[in-house]
């Protein structure tokens, strides 16, 4: 068994679901585009130079979505002093863990695109995720960790 761990250091955003333009065509807008490169390409600056990609199956161990704080919390002094030193707040507000913030990184992980590496190599191969956790941090990312073989 391998694992990896991949820090995105994007502010996580959820992916929307394709929207319908004029005479019945799909697209899928251009912000997202361009957060699909940006995750590939530093996916491709972490992985080892050895990396094997996973190709039988796949268990996300661990997926910790942070958030950059509300103004509001920039306010509270104590929770500002928090955040300050490295401490992070509990986010229950959307976008769902579940669903909508798991697709764009785990999309992205997968099938080879614009030239960048992959790391396994369909999505349909992750049969568990244990750990998904979203928070408020003054260091807004993703942190992915994945066990395979």
């Known amino acids: 068994m391998r694992s990896i761990t991949i820090i995105l250091d994007i502010d996580p955003v959820a992916k929307q679901s394709v929207r319908s333009g004029k005479n019945g065509r ?14 590939r390409y530093q ?10 990609p996973f190709m039988n199956w796949v268990c996300v161990d661990s997926v910790c979505y942070i958030h950059p704080p509300t103004k509001a919390q920039l306010k509270h002094k104590r929770k500002s002093r928090w955040l300050k030193i490295g401490g992070l707040i509990p986010k229950t ?6 669903d909508n913030l798991n ?24 049969q568990q995720c244990n750990h998904l956790s979203k928070w408020y941090g003054l260091n807004p990312r993703t942190e992915i960790t994945l066990i395979g073989c």
């Open 43 to 52: 996916v491709a600056q972490q992985l080892p130079k050895d990396f094997e």
């Open 103 to 126: 697709k764009l990184p785990l999309d992205c992980l997968g099938d080879k695109k614009d030239g960048f590496p992959f790391v396994y190599k369909d999505d349909a191969l992750i």
């Open 26 to 39: 799909h697209y899928q807008p251009k912000k997202y585009k361009d957060l699909e490169w940006l995750i």
């Open 93 to 98: 507000t959307r976008p769902d863990v579940m």
